[in-house]
T-cell receptor
Framework: EAQVTQNPRYLITVTGKKLTVTCSQNMNHEYMSWYRQDPGLGLRQIYYSMNVEVTDKGDVPEGYKVSRKEKRNFPLILESPSPNQTSLYFC????????????????FGDGTRLSIL | AQSVTQPDIHITVSEGASLELRCNYSYGATPYLFWYVQSPGQGLQLLLKYFSGDTLVQGIKGFEAEFKRSQSSFNLRKPSVHWSDAAEYFCAVGPEYNNNDMRFGAGTRLTVKP
């Protein structure tokens, strides 16, 4: 089954304790991205990756890091989490980006709810 | 940069009634437009998309949307709502010549009354 898998689904942690949210897709997609969803703000992009070893900032990258060492995985790293990073996070993938060169939409994971105390 | 406005934060309709969710976009060129649905505790699922051609787009689950360039709108419609349609709906816009730059609206939460 084609899917985007995020782990963990839920996490409560404390300020300053490094954490990683994993994302894996089994569709051989080139493009992957991370979003955060906050009430009244919709989804805002954190980082995206066009392919292995190619990553770039989205709209709200501050406080986050990503890596793309393998095509299927795109972990989101919070080196020193703070309470303003409490949010619902989504990973997504698509074959080749979201613009002209792709008529395929993004596939989304089920989300990771992070609470930073 | 492009942007999306969904004017209605929350809409309540009765089961069997018709539905229209509003979406307005701001972008200078031809946009790519999407509607996604998010059920509680789940990720986003694509309902339909508009890239070019016929301005009335059919999607899954009986939804349709109409692209109106003169009004910068891409409203989502369904003639008869089912209780299972209760969810949050997101409109999104992406530009034609950039391989990554999708913007989402803030979402509209739909409640369906019995």
């Amino acid at each position: 089954e084609a899917q985007v898998t995020q782990n963990p689904r839920y996490l409560i942690t404390v300020t300053g304790k490094k954490l990683t949210v994993t994302c894996s897709q089994n569709m051989n997609h080139e493009y992957m991205s991370w979003y955060r969803q906050d009430p009244g703000l919709g989804l805002r992009q954190i980082y995206y990756s066009m392919n292995v070893e190619v990553t770039d900032k989205g709209d709200v990258p501050e406080g986050y890091k990503v890596s793309r060492k393998e095509k299927r995985n795109f972990p989101l790293i919070l080196e020193s989490p703070s309470p303003n990073q409490t949010s619902l996070y989504f990973c997504a993938s698509s074959p080749r980006g979201v613009g002209l060169y792709s008529n395929q939409p993004q596939h989304f994971g089920d989300g990771t709810r992070l609470s930073i105390l | 940069a492009q942007s999306v406005t969904q004017p209605d934060i929350h809409i309540t309709v009765s089961e069997g009634a018709s539905l229209e969710l509003r979406c307005n976009y701001s972008y200078g060129a031809t946009p790519y437009l999407f509607w996604y649905v998010q059920s509680p505790g789940q990720g986003l699922q694509l309902l339909l998309k508009y890239f070019s051609g016929d301005t009335l787009v059919q999607g899954i689950k009986g939804f349709e949307a109409e692209f109106k360039r003169s009004q910068s709108s891409f409203n989502l419609r369904k003639p008869s709502v089912h209780w299972s349609d209760a969810a949050e709906y997101f409109c999104a816009v992406g530009p034609e010549y950039n391989n990554n730059d999708m913007r989402f609206g803030a979402g509209t939460r739909l409640t369906v009354k019995p």
